[in-house]
């Protein structure tokens, strides 16, 4: 179908204004635009351009080669890319005895993570004809992973009809460990958790702090149903707790898909800032294939998102709140986001200006929570935050948060944390 994504000039438009930002260029290769053209400020953070082509299921071509015939049109090279994140951790927890000699060293020693993420990613187009489009985006990991299912990390197939005024959107998805709204979501504000604008996701992301707590560590497997246009989407979500069910010839365990995800979001243009607002309800329980055991996912979440231009600088602007009632399962264990006896919620608050356009972004957040444990429940963070850009696709961050309240020193003894991470993809 011609017309399911923005027209060529559409796209050239958005990469005249698009500031500079490290990215995956799976995509890039693809349409032949830099990797700027779909992000704000810095990668994984989307602007207009980029949410409608992640929208349109990644199936916009450039100037790349096509093969085409009777029901066929496919890019002429499958298009690829690798992520690679190398970090150091330290924070002012007591030091492990022997670390780095006789005992593994962790982040109270000053961990480097060589190959936090090192992921092999390919994505594009699979189909278009004159009534829907099918693309693709499947993330493998080069270093550790699942045994059990070899490289694969994650998995979308979105199918895409254009209905004018509306597309709608249906779309297969698994992922080892970004949770249901993996299957569809337009925020850059960590309610999923690979697209966050912040490192320290916990620390920034009220959603985040409280994500995949439980035994199931973010696994989801479903299918998302999605209603999108430019102002805004629903999604219904039909998703298990689960990791690739019934693959290897249904060597890994299968499941039913038991647990429900609602995503209402509102994505309109007010007085030159584009928002992105709405919540999210997930309920339900199903057999968790990781976990070997029954994983419930209750939560409500609420979050707001701006980006626009203050004092001559672009800005982006993040709030949410997430509310984890108590599990209803017998082995807290197995409960999505909250292991605690009471609920578990939090509120954040942040916020990043680019100082130097396409160089240099500073940014600085607050979250407040309630663990869901009965005593020493409060943790509060205090994040500084900073991106600067080497080139597009080579960038060093810098995440230093400071906790405080009840819970800050009861793990660990943890008050404070640095993280350093020098991101590159190619």
Same mark, same amino acid.
């Given at each position: 179908?011609?017309?399911? +994504? /923005?027209?060529?000039?559409?796209?050239?438009?958005?990469?005249?204004?698009?500031?500079? %930002?490290?990215?995956?260029?799976?995509?890039?290769?693809?349409?032949?635009?830099?990797?700027?053209?779909?992000?704000?400020?810095?990668?994984?953070? /989307?602007?207009?351009?980029?949410?409608?082509?992640? *929208?349109?299921?990644?199936?916009?071509?450039?100037?790349?080669?096509?093969?085409?015939?009777? @029901?066929?049109?496919?890019?002429?090279?499958?298009?690829?890319?690798?992520?690679?994140?190398?970090?150091?951790?330290? $924070?002012? #927890?007591?030091?492990?005895?022997?670390?780095?000699?006789?005992? &593994? $060293?962790?982040?109270?020693? =000053?961990?480097?993570?060589?190959?936090?993420?090192?992921?092999?990613?390919?994505?594009?187009?699979?189909?278009?004809?004159?009534?829907?489009?099918?693309?693709? /985006?499947?993330?493998?990991?080069? *270093?550790?992973?699942?045994?059990?299912?070899?490289?694969?990390?994650?998995?979308?197939?979105?199918?895409?009809?254009?209905?004018?005024?509306?597309?709608? @959107?249906?779309?297969?998805?698994?992922?080892?460990?970004?949770?249901?709204?993996?299957?569809?979501?337009?925020?850059?504000?960590?309610?999923?958790?690979?697209?966050?604008?912040?490192?320290?996701?916990?620390?920034?992301?009220?959603?985040?702090?409280?994500?995949?707590? =439980?035994?199931?560590?973010?696994?989801? &497997? =479903?299918?998302?149903?999605?209603?999108?246009?430019?102002?805004?989407?629903?999604?219904?979500?039909?998703?298990?707790?689960?990791?690739?069910?019934?693959?290897?010839?249904?060597?890994?365990?299968?499941?039913?898909?038991?647990?429900?995800?609602?995503?209402?979001?509102?994505?309109?243009?007010?007085? =030159?800032?584009?928002?992105?607002?709405?919540?999210?309800?997930?309920?339900?329980?199903?057999?968790?294939?990781?976990?070997?055991?029954?994983?419930?996912?209750?939560?409500?979440?609420?979050?707001?998102? +701006?980006?626009?231009?203050?004092?001559?600088?672009? *800005?982006?602007?993040?709030?949410?709140?997430?509310?984890?009632?108590? !599990? $209803?399962?017998?082995?807290? +264990?197995? !409960?999505?986001?909250?292991?605690?006896?009471? %609920?578990?919620? #939090?509120?954040? /608050?942040?916020?990043?200006?680019?100082?130097?356009?396409?160089?240099?972004?500073?940014?600085?957040?607050?979250?407040? +929570?309630?663990?869901?444990?009965?005593?020493?429940?409060?943790?509060?963070?205090?994040?500084?935050?900073?991106?600067?850009?080497?080139?597009?696709?080579?960038?060093? @961050?810098?995440?230093?948060?400071?906790?405080?309240?009840?819970?800050? $020193?009861?793990?660990?003894?943890?008050?404070?944390?640095?993280?350093?991470?020098?991101?590159?993809?190619?």
């Amino acid at each position: 179908m011609k017309k399911i +994504a /923005l027209s060529l000039a559409g796209v050239l438009a958005a990469a005249a204004f698009a500031p500079e %930002a490290s990215a995956i260029p799976s995509f890039a290769r693809q349409t032949g635009m830099a990797c700027s053209s779909c992000h704000f400020q810095k990668f994984p953070v /989307l602007n207009g351009f980029g949410r409608a082509f992640k *929208a349109a299921g990644y199936t916009m071509m450039g100037a790349q080669e096509k093969v085409e015939g009777e @029901h066929l049109s496919i890019p002429g090279v499958l298009n690829a890319s690798t992520l690679f994140k190398f970090r150091y951790q330290k $924070t002012d #927890a007591p030091a492990t005895a022997g670390a780095g000699v006789t005992a &593994a $060293t962790g982040a109270a020693d =000053g961990q480097w993570q060589m190959g936090d993420e090192t992921s092999l990613f390919f994505g594009g187009r699979i189909a278009e004809t004159e009534h829907f489009t099918i693309g693709f /985006l499947n993330e493998n990991n080069m *270093a550790g992973g699942n045994a059990a299912n070899g490289m694969l990390a994650g998995l979308r197939v979105p199918v895409n009809v254009d209905l004018g005024a509306a597309k709608v @959107h249906v779309v297969p998805f698994t992922t080892d460990a970004l949770g249901a709204a993996y299957g569809f979501e337009l925020s850059s504000g960590g309610v999923m958790r690979a697209n966050r604008w912040a490192e320290n996701r916990r620390a920034t992301s009220a959603i985040q702090y409280n994500a995949d707590r =439980g035994s199931d560590a973010g696994q989801a &497997a =479903g299918f998302a149903f999605v209603v999108e246009n430019e102002m805004g989407f629903i999604n219904l979500t039909k998703w298990s707790s689960s990791f690739a069910p019934g693959a290897n010839g249904g060597g890994v365990p299968s499941t039913n898909f038991g647990q429900s995800y609602v995503r209402v979001a509102a994505t309109p243009n007010i007085a =030159g800032f584009d928002i992105v607002t709405g919540f999210g309800v997930e309920s339900g329980s199903s057999y968790g294939n990781v976990a070997g055991a029954r994983v419930e996912a209750n939560q409500t979440t609420f979050d707001f998102q +701006a980006h626009g231009v203050v004092a001559d600088m672009e *800005a982006g602007v993040y709030a949410q709140y997430a509310n984890a009632p108590a !599990c $209803t399962t017998a082995a807290a +264990a197995d !409960c999505a986001h909250n292991t605690g006896a009471l %609920a578990r919620k #939090a509120a954040s /608050l942040g916020g990043e200006v680019t100082v130097i356009p396409h160089v240099l972004t500073l940014g600085a957040a607050y979250r407040d +929570a309630r663990t869901g444990g009965r005593t020493n429940n409060v943790n509060q963070a205090f994040t500084v935050t900073a991106v600067y850009d080497l080139v597009q696709n080579v960038a060093l @961050h810098a995440d230093y948060t400071s906790y405080s309240g009840s819970d800050a $020193t009861k793990t660990g003894g943890t008050k404070s944390e640095f993280l350093g991470m020098l991101e590159m993809a190619w």
